[in-house]
Nanobody, 114 residues
Framework: QVHLVESGGGLVQPGGSLRLSCAAS????????MSWYRQAPGKERELVAS???????VYADSVKGRFTISRDNAKNTAYLQMNSLKPEDTAVYYC????????WGQGTQVTVSS
């Protein structure tokens, strides 16, 4: 059974940092591209960052230079380091695994507010 479990969300002040984790099980992790998406209230879900099975990365323009996506294949875990957070980063962040199939986590809330 496939599981993607996100953790690390929370409330942070503008300019602060958070590190999201996505623990995966039930599929061959290292063969899958791992991505983080986010969905703010009233908005569509959008891609934040992706890391391929080869380690190549892609970022949304809005987070370039502030967020870093990474993966640890030994731990079957993907990460999203978020620095210099802004109120507009407030959203539910979802982990996604994609290769033969696509899997989603349940999401973790990130709120950036003073």
């Amino acid at each position: 059974q496939v599981h993607l479990v996100e953790s690390g969300g929370g409330l942070v002040q503008p300019g602060g940092s958070l590190r999201l984790s996505c623990a995966a099980s039930g599929f061959t992790f290292y063969t899958y591209a791992m991505s983080w998406y986010r969905q703010a209230p009233g908005k569509e879900r959008e891609l934040v960052a992706s890391v391929g099975s080869s380690g190549s990365t892609v970022y949304a323009d809005s987070v370039k230079g502030r967020f870093t996506i990474s993966r640890d294949n030994a731990k079957n875990t993907a990460y999203l380091q978020m620095n210099s957070l802004k109120p507009e980063d407030t959203a539910v962040y979802y982990c996604n695994a994609r290769f033969v199939y696509a899997y989603w986590g349940q999401g973790t809330q990130v709120t950036v507010s003073s």
